[in-house]
């Protein structure tokens, strides 16, 4: 569980993931990056306040399951799992170096805490749904949260899921929907009509809620207050800004596929306050 006890702690250790996400970057060349800062409090919320997980049996058989649904935002959630001590730090000098552990988009168990392999888009929810399913069949209490990218609710085979999830009522089932209203070339909702997104997750079965995707604590509770309605999964929409933390990165979508040059790395760097060689 966590070690972090306070809103400044938890604040503090999400600037310094933001911090080595731009680092891994610029140095592995690898694009996302807008998609990987808006998601990084979502993570902080996730690892420091509600997963029951230990870093030391990261295949222990009651533990809770995490998927991060837009695997293109992998580089998060490297940083993530560095940062709680699945791995050394050091390790992520390696990240999207060819045959490294560290691929742009994660591949199962490639390095602890990876549960499954990530990225083409709909696929993290209904790999949570079969895990939740092993859960009831094996009578063990663990809880399932997807992390999902809000174009990726462009795709049939999460309301497929959505509608299964709902009919098997699978409560220990937890979506969170990052929903920083950028796709790869246009807003969200230019490219396809999600809102009002509450009112998809509930009609199709779903207890549903907003939260601002960049309080912690606020995210914190919400996760931790699942299930919100007994037999029903939930769906958490959380609002985010893409590029979040770094002011010329923030709801720019040119950050989908931008790499930072150096000068850019050290104004990201200096804006978060991070030394550049730390």
Known sequence: MSFADTTSDLNRIARDLRARVIRMSHAGRAPHLGSSLSCIDILVAAYWRCLRIDPATP??????????????????????????????????????????????????????????????????????????????????????????????????????????????????????????????????????????????????????????GHDIDALAERMNGTPLEAGKPTAIIARTIKGKGVSFMEDDNNWHYRIPNDEELRAALDELGVAADA
């Open 59 to 212: 295949l222990d058989p009651d533990r809770d399951r995490f998927l991060l649904s837009k695997g293109h935002a992998a580089a998060a959630l490297y940083a993530t799992l560095a940062k709680r001590e699945f791995f050394d730090a050091s390790e992520l000098i390696n990240y999207n170096v060819a045959g490294s552990r560290f691929p742009e988009q994660p591949s199962p168990r490639a390095v602890p805490g990876i549960e499954a392999a990530t990225g083409s888009l709909g696929h993290g929810l209904p790999i949570g749904l079969g895990m939740a399913l092993a859960a009831r069949i094996q009578q063990r209490d663990y809880r399932v949260v997807a992390v999902m990218s809000d174009g990726e609710c462009n795709e049939g085979t999460v309301w497929e899921a959505a509608m299964f999830a709902a009919a098997q009522r699978l409560d220990s089932v937890t979506v969170v929907i990052d929903f920083n209203r950028w796709q790869a070339t246009d807003r969200s909702e230019e490219v396809m009509a999600l809102s009002p997104l509450v009112d998809k997750w509930q009609a199709f079965g779903w207890s549903a809620v907003e939260v601002d």
